[in-house]
Structure formats: structure tokens, C-alpha cells
């Protein structure tokens, strides 16, 4: 268990005793996986993990779309306050309906955005658990083989549009990072004796596979986390720019995790660690097309927002700064 996800938990059990953020049934230990936590609030109170102001329209947001939460506990979030989806929602849903702030967050990495577009719905800005519209990658789980957002399909945790200044149209797949670290576990066989590179063979063999092949081991060298997830949502991105999703003709990924999280950096499969000597810096330079891979650390990513031009973030900022301290 990594060193960062230790610690978050000890400083987010004081947090929930002292933060005055949640309520008294909530001080409570949380019962998850058969044991009570002081990280965690109790099951029935799973809804105040999340930042108050997007409470309930989060949820909501859900339940419309039919998203499913990690750990999710009656149609709610998870009540482990080191949730990396609530941690991802609680950063970046209050920027839902706030376009001109969301351009401002992501300006600094894509300078050419003109303005932030709708995805799903006017007034929505942001998206969650996006799976593409169509089943690019041929995957199959679900009930009756039915798409669900947030289990069982390829997912991205988050996704903005935007116009750029030449009109063209960019989507941006985030793949959002909290406590994760992995250890060199290959996942090329499921718990079912599925063999998962058959899966997603069908992308390797083809000439245009967004990565460089000749620089693989082998296609089972991506089966270890962190790199089986970003193989298919790197595959998504580009399947989506292939078929020009909702118009969009550059579709990109973009990994946000804490620099504090230094663990998640930990090349984890073995037939990989001659190409680098962390994860992101062999992605990288495993990208056929550069520009379509991006890496930022959430502290950066955040502290360089100027809170003081929008005031309607103020309470916001508050809760994320107390809550996620390392964050400034």
C-alpha cells in the first residue's frame, strides 16, 4: 500500500473531526470492506464526501446519465474519503457550469482554446466517466451487454471540448489520479481466465496504433497498471479523433495526479523499465504523435487558477485547499 494513501488517510480522519465540513453523523467511523475507518464517513452518510455546493447536483448528474460510482453505495459515491472519483469530482464538477473558468484552468496547457463547448447537454460543460459514443475499442461486459459509464466499458474520469482559435474543435480525455499506486501484477489474464490482450488486438495490429510498436517489448508489456489503462485510453482518444466524435478532429489524453503521489511513478512492468524510469516519461515517449499525450500534476494544474477573478469558486477553493492541503 503506498506511502501517500497512508498518509491521506490519517490527515483526512483529523480533517473530518475538525474541518466543521461534515455532519455530526457523519464523525462517525465508516464501515467499508467489512471493517469500520476513521477515513471513511458511515454508508448511509456517503453523500458528504462530496464538496456541498455540488452535492447534490453531482449525484444527479449520475443518476441522468446512468453513471456508476466506484464503490458506489445506492446509486451514491463511495464513502472512502481517498475515493480518487470523488476526489476527481470534487475538483473539477464545480466547473460544470462555469465555462470561462474552465478555459482558464485548462488555457496554460492548450493556449489555442477559444472557448469551452457542451458535450452532452447545453449548460454542461464537463463530462464524466465518458466512454465515447460508440464501442470503438469492441469491449464487452455489462449487463446484456449493455454500455454503462463508470464500470465494465473503458472510461476516461473526465472530458472537455473546446473551439480553438483556428475553429477547429479538441476534445480532452482526463484520466484523474489521487492515492493509486500499482505493483508489477501482469493483467493480460482476467480472474475469469479471460486473456485480455485478444480484447484489444484488433487495435495493435492496425498500422495506425497511437503508440510506437517498434519500441514495445511486446503488446503484453502495456498489461500492467498503470499502462493497461492508459493503452485504452489512449486507443479511445484516437478512435474518437478517427471518427470525428461530435465533430472534434484532435482528441487528446491528459493525466492530472499529485507530485506528492510519488509511488504512482513506479514503472510496474518489468519488460518496460528499459524505456524509462518512470511511468509518464515512457508514455510519452511511446506517443506516435506527441501532442496527443499530456501530463500535469494536480498542484500545478490548480494553484496557478486566479481564484480572486471568480468569486463564485471562493467557497470552493476554501473546501479544497482545507481539504486537499497539499494542493498549495
Known amino acids: 500500500m503506498g506511502k501517500f494513501l497512508e498518509s491521506e488517510k490519517v490527515r483526512l480522519s483529523k480533517f473530518k473531526q475538525e474541518s466543521g465540513y461534515f455532519s455530526n453523523e457523519s464523525l462517525a467511523d465508516g464501515l467499508y470492506r467489512t471493517k469500520h475507518r476513521s477515513y471513511c464517513v458511515p454508508r448511509e452518510r456517503s453523500s458528504e ?141 482476467s480472474e475469469s481466465g479471460i486473456d485480455r490482450t485478444k480484447i484489444y488486438e484488433h487495435l495493435f495490429q492496425r498500422e495506425d496504433f497511437p503508440l510506437k510498436k517498434e519500441l514495445l517489448p511486446s503488446f503484453d508489456s502495456l498489461f500492467y497498471e498503470p499502462f493497461y489503462q492508459f493503452m485504452r485510453q489512449q486507443a479511445l482518444a484516437h478512435e474518437m479523433e478517427r471518427f470525428r466524435e461530435l465533430n472534434a478532429e484532435v482528441v487528446s489524453l491528459l493525466h492530472i495526479a499529485p507530485a506528492m503521489n510519488k509511488e504512482f511513478q513506479r514503472v510496474t512492468s518489468p519488460p518496460l523499465a528499459e524505456l524509462g524510469e518512470t511511468v509518464i516519461q515512457i508514455w510519452k515517449d511511446l506517443q506516435r504523435v506527441p501532442n496527443r499525450f ?35
Request: a positive charge.
Open 49 to 189: 464526501n462530496l464538496f456541498s455546493e455540488i452535492r447534490n447536483s453531482a449525484i444527479n448528474y449520475f443518476t441522468e446519465f446512468e453513471i456508476i460510482w466506484h464503490d458506489v453505495i445506492n446509486k451514491k459515491p463511495s464513502n472512502h474519503l481517498c475515493d480518487s472519483t470523488v476526489s476527481c469530482v470534487n475538483f473539477l464538477f464545480p466547473f460544470a457550469d462555469k465555462p470561462m473558468a474552465l478555459k482558464e484552468l485548462f488555457r496554460p496547457l492548450f493556449p489555442t482554446i477559444e472557448k469551452i463547448l457542451p458535450m452532452e447537454k447545453d449548460g454542461l460543460f464537463l463530462a464524466l466517466e465518458w466512454i465515447g459514443k460508440e464501442n470503438y475499442l469492441g469491449e464487452r461486459g455489462g449487463k446484456r451487454g449493455r454500455r454503462t459509464r463508470g464500470a465494465y466499458y473503458t472510461s476516461a474520469d473526465a472530458a472537455v471540448m473546446f473551439q480553438c482559435k483556428d475553429k477547429k474543435k479538441q476534445i480532452v480525455l482526463i484520466e484523474w489520479k489521487y492515492t493509486e499506486s500499482y505493483r508489477p501484477t501482469s493483467l493480460k489474464i
Open 294 to 328: 499530456h501530463s500535469i500534476s494536480t498542484e500545478e494544474m490548480f494553484s496557478r487558477l486566479p481564484i480572486q477573478d471568480y468569486p463564485a469558486l471562493d467557497s470552493w477553493w476554501e473546501y479544497i485547499t482545507s481539504r486537499y492541503s497539499w494542493i498549495v
